[in-house]
């Protein structure tokens, strides 16, 4: 059977009242919504402390919590149908700290190439979302070694609370 990132973890499909989850594991959009609250303040100490450039804040608030919340269901959703563990927590919040990177910089690509506006001078030419990829893994990769030290921790540290207030 295919995952569906709205499944509880018996596969069978939720409704918007979550009432037949297992109460004690933690709904896939409350977690979605968790990961995107911390992916925002992840943003708010890169762009205060790190780049001291509110440049970077305009341009990544709306994007980082958006891509986490899309990564979370379908990398959380998985470790429900599994053993639910402190170490499995921990490892979906690293990953999504790190596929949240890529997301962010296709939609950051995507929102520029739907409003027509050009990224960083005027004279840059906008590329469309298919030829965007080689772009998106250059600035993926970079911005993980810049802001990914500080991601990363925090997804798995956001796993292990959630791990922690669920068990």
Not at 8 to 27: C, E, S, W
Not at 90 to 115: E, K, Q
Not at 122 to 139: E, K, L, R, T
């Amino acid at each position: 059977m295919i995952y569906m990132p709205f499944q509880d973890p018996v596969g069978r499909n939720m409704n918007t009242t979550g009432d037949q989850l297992n109460p004690k594991l933690p709904h896939p959009i409350g977690v979605a919504l968790a990961f995107a609250g911390v992916a925002f303040l992840a943003v708010v100490l890169v762009a205060v402390f790190i780049a001291n450039d509110p440049e970077i804040f305009g341009m990544m608030a709306f994007n980082a919590p958006f891509a986490a919340g899309i990564i979370t269901p379908w990398v959380w959703g998985p470790l429900l149908r599994t053993k639910y563990s402190v170490w499995r927590a921990a490892g979906s919040g690293a990953l999504i700290g790190t596929l949240s990177h890529p997301v962010a910089w296709y939609t950051m690509f995507l929102v520029h190439w739907i409003s027509n506006l050009p990224y960083a001078v005027s004279d840059s030419q906008i590329i469309d979302p298919i030829n965007s990829m080689w772009a998106i893994g250059v600035f993926a990769f970079w911005s993980l070694i810049i802001a990914g030290w500080i991601t990363i921790p925090i997804g798995c540290i956001t796993g292990i609370v959630i791990w922690w207030l669920t068990r």
